[in-house]
């Protein structure tokens, strides 16, 4: 187990000799920026509208906002576990470097955990800053905040974590390059049954919102998004719940504490997945 932190520290320290994390911190910087200003824009020109409106203008503007910044926060994530993992195990075997780690000091199972705890790690700190500062800019600029936080920080948080140990399970068969088209491929495919249950639920299609939900259910990173979308307005009544649950890019969708544990469940069975194939696969 004293090899588990050498090993997360060594990856961290490839990450940024590979300049990964400041290809992130720009985009992130970027994003901010135009977030800020999306939010300053569209909070100055529903301020009119307040008393002319029987529904609050505020709330939804918030509300949208914010799920749009989840939405945000889910993909910057997503890009930096792929970036963190694409190449972990046959691109490390093609260049030779895993070769003599995995025979001493540290054997496989050490390696890939040690490689999914880094990444994880890296990961989780940085939804979790990028999501405080998004709650603080709506919350300053808007006066709008959610009604929890904390669980659907954490939920994102989650769901980034298994598109970790995803990327890495497709480091095990595939190249550096077609594993990171796969992740993102797979990335997609959670949003598309996201927006299927959005437009069954939008035109009462119980057959659409079976689809869309039983496909979240597959990739569950895409089912803790939606119930942190429910978790930040779950105060919310009337039309204003009605037109949040619609969107963005997915809708919200409570699942309760049955979603998070099979995500629990889907992460172990990833992983044992990982290691099994890992312990047989042959390296170059």
Do not use: K
Not at 18 to 39: D, E, P
Not at 143 to 148: E, K
Not at 166 to 175: M, P
Not at 228 to 250: C, D, N, V, Y
């Amino acid at each position: 187990m004293r090899a588990i932190p050498i090993v997360a520290g060594y990856a961290l320290q490839e990450a940024l000799r590979r300049r990964i994390f400041h290809v992130v911190l720009l985009l992130t910087a970027l994003y901010l920026g135009l977030y800020w200003l999306g939010a300053d824009t569209a909070f100055d020109e529903v301020a009119p509208l307040q008393d002319a409106t029987p529904f609050e203008e505020r709330e939804l503007a918030g509300g949208t906002l914010f799920g749009l910044s989840m939405f945000g926060t889910l993909f910057l994530g997503s890009v930096l576990a792929a970036f963190l993992t694409l190449g972990v195990v046959r691109g490390d075997a093609e260049s030779g470097l895993l070769q003599p780690l995995v025979v001493r000091p540290v054997g496989r199972s050490t390696l890939l955990l040690s490689r999914f705890v880094a990444a994880a790690a890296v990961c989780v700190l940085y939804v979790a800053v990028l999501f405080t500062i998004e709650t603080v800019t709506t919350g300053l600029i808007g006066g709008w905040w959610p009604d929890d936080a904390a669980a659907a920080g954490a939920e994102l948080a989650f769901a980034v974590v298994i598109v970790v140990a995803l990327s890495l399970l497709g480091s095990i068969f595939l190249t550096a390059t077609a594993n990171g088209i796969a992740v993102f491929m797979i990335f997609g495919g959670g949003l598309v049954a996201g927006l299927l249950a959005q437009i069954g639920r939008a035109i009462g299609s119980d057959t659409l919102r079976s689809i869309g939900r039983w496909a979240s259910y597959a990739l569950p990173f895409e089912a803790l998004y939606q119930d942190a979308l429910h978790t930040i307005t779950s105060g919310t009544t009337g039309f204003e719940r009605f037109a949040l649950e619609l969107g963005p890019f997915g809708g919200s969708a409570g699942g309760g504490i049955g979603v998070i544990l099979w995500a629990v469940a889907y992460l172990v069975l990833v992983g044992a997945v990982g290691l099994a194939a890992f312990a047989r696969r042959d390296l170059p």
